[in-house]
């Protein structure tokens, strides 16, 4: 009686789109967290975003939890 055996191999892999997607969330979001001024809502308010920083207030705690200096 001969004995048959198969061997199953699979790759798996993050495809490269999901990376470069992640990858550009993670800099937004540092942006938005670690530098922003103001300056993604000027975009829809103009100059009176730079002077209001409500972004800013937002993340205020979460920039000195992760060692950004605002002040």
Known sequence: MSETRQINVSKTSVPKLALL???IIFAAGLF???FDQGHIFSLVYGEQAFTDLYIHELTHDMRHAAGFPCH
């Open 21 to 23: 997607a992640l990858g």
């Open 32 to 34: 938005v967290v670690g």
